[in-house]
């Protein structure tokens, strides 16, 4: 708004340097850049981890060969990526697995929350019924379904689905439900007065105006499930990505520890780059507006999920 | 409490006093339908719970569960009181909490320097990916590198604390800023009104629901991940208590432990820090609401 007017001015204001001028000005350009921060971020991150490594050796009495050092992580990484490994499944064997588990999670959840969303966002009663419940399976630590879970289903595919489910179904509930309340009203009512057939009214109004709310719930569910699998199955399970980790745990070696992190925040980045955003980008292409108030929502993370929307109806 | 606009009152013709009288009536029957629905559920699930939820989990389960695995409301209360009797619940509850209060205290100004900083679109370039892999990441991630490397010492969890909860209050700060009043800053500008001064007198006052807002919701991130610090690194605490309570398959302690901090943390989240909110910024919500 206010910056829109005033760049133009700027950049009329200022007389067109020439090429000499331009070439002095890279440097500083260059160093003001944000892509170069971004760069220097991981940069900054390594000189740390050196630094405190060193600092750790001088001062602090810790163990020192229990301190990952970079290249000791870098090379675990590459043995990994190479399928060369000491745990018993090979890196993407163990992500295969639970990716397996947190799609069907996933799946159920998202089914499951829709519906129940639906309920409870068209009628009162159902809302008042399951409003309680849903909030206080919200701000359930998955920590506790995971442990619960463990105990109840042992070792198994069950525990950590169940966990998936139980730690995302409350994102889509919420989410659904917000959607059907921000529906036009009047698209409904004249929907009714020109007696549309409930089907259809559900179809062609209520489906696209839910569409967005269902794409950011199916983001919270993917993520916050995600967040509740490894816990899962490093307590109830013999395989997958969480059990890995805690089996480099287990071995003590901070390297193995580090470097499946790593691959952790690597697999999360990359869902997100490739699989969310591109649909973002292709559902809400006929929206630009949307677009962009969706992938800040992905940012905003819980931002109106806890129970924000009391306040926000007041 | 939750007014949904219940009163769609459709009789303009009709004179004053029975409009309003309608309404009243409305949103009275609204409300008993609300609680007697409510109460319901409250009901049906402890029933549920306490009756049927062993045979739902052993049909889930495809073998029938021992019972004991499944204590149900009136045992969980029952132990509750003996574990309080014990006298051990207190000490654990104060060791959770201080460390949330340390890791979360540091975390919240961490966070919230950050967010400032990232005025500045060079900071924010900066910060970007640390917030984004701090929100993406799972906690547990940075359990348990803390866990390997610090021990059982107390930095350990702080350490995992502030990585997970600190993208959350940058994110509010920075959003705060994104909708902070231009004007008002670019006339501090011409006006040469220092930086300090001008953060100060415009951002801070601006800043402040939104710094609220993220302590909110990285509360409810951070007392979640205290909890799971301490099952892997530490001997007192939620956590831990927790944890030895899942290692005996001693159901109803557990269940006790985590619903006994659950019921607290849910107190604090929902019910103190929401009191204080309203208490603190009623002046704002006037404002929202014209």
Known sequence: MTVTETRPTAAGGSPPPNPAQRLT?????????PLLARVLFPVFLFLVWELSLIAVEEIWPFAVDVLPTPSEVGAFMWDEFITDTLARKNLYETFFISLRRLMSG????????????????????????????????????????????????GFDDRGPILTVILAGIP?????????????????????????????????????????????????????????????A?????????????????????????????????????????????????????????????????????????????????? | MTTTDTTTVETPSAPRVTEEELARRARRSELTSRWFWRILSY??????????????????????????LLPGPSEVVSTFFEIWGEGTMPAAFQATLTRIAVGFGLSFLIGAMIGILMQSKWFEGF????????????????????????????????????????????????????????????????????VFKRNRQIVIPHLAPYLFTGLRFGFSIAWKVTVLT?????????????????????????????????????????????????????????????
């Open chain 1, 25 to 33: 000005a890279l440097p500083a350009k260059i160093a003001k850049s």
């Open chain 1, 106 to 153: 996933f799946a159920i959840a998202m089914v499951l929350g829709t519906a129940m969303g639906l309920a409870m966002g068209l009628s009162r009663a159902t809302n008042a019924f399951c409003h309680d419940w849903t909030m206080a399976i919200l701000a359930m630590p998955a920590l506790a379904w995971a442990l619960f879970n463990s105990i109840i289903f």
């Open chain 1, 171 to 231: 994102f889509v509930i919420v989410n659904v439900r917000e959607g059907v309340r921000n529906t036009p009203r009047e698209l409904f009512d004249m929907a009714r007065s020109f007696q549309v057939p409930q089907s259809k009214v559900i179809r062609h109004v209520l489906v696209p105006s839910l569409m967005p709310f269902m794409f950011a719930a199916a983001r919270y569910c993917f993520s916050i499930g995600w967040k509740g699998l490894v816990i």
């Open chain 1, 233 to 314: 199955e490093v307590f109830g399970g013999q395989d997958g990505a969480g059990w890995t980790i805690k089996f480099w745990y287990d071995a003590h070696r901070a390297h193995g520890v580090v470097g499946y992190a790593a691959f952790f925040v690597i697999f999360a980045i990359l869902f997100e780059r490739l699989v969310f955003e591109p649909i973002s980008r292709r559902a809400f292409r006929w929206r630009p507006q949307l677009q962009t108030e969706v992938v800040e929502e992905a940012f905003g993370e819980h931002h109106e999920h806890y129970g924000e929307e009391e306040t926000a109806r007041r």
């Open chain 2, 43 to 68: 009901i049906a699930v402890l029933a549920i719970w306490e009756f049927a939820l062993l045979d739902i989990f052993s049909f889930l389960r495809g073998s029938p569960l021992d019972p004991k």
């Open chain 2, 127 to 194: 910060f970007k990916d640390a917030v984004l892999i701090s929100l993406s990441a799972p906690g547990l991630i940075w359990v348990l590198i803390t866990a390997i490397i610090f021990g059982n010492r107390p930095l350990g969890p702080t350490i995992a604390i502030i990585l997970t909860t600190f993208a959350l209050v940058t994110v509010n700060v920075s959003e705060g800023i994104k909708a902070l009043p231009k004007d008002l800053l670019d006339m501090a500008k011409s006006f040469r009104v220092s």
């Open chain 2, 230 to 290: 301490e099952v892997f690194s530490s001997s007192e605490g939620i956590g831990f208590e927790m944890r030895i309570s899942a290692v005996l398959f001693d159901m109803s302690e557990f269940l006790t432990w985590i619903l006994a901090f659950f019921f607290f943390a849910l107190f604090l989240e929902k019910v103190v820090l929401e009191a204080i909110e309203r208490r603190y910024f009623r002046w704002r919500q006037a404002v929202t609401a014209t």
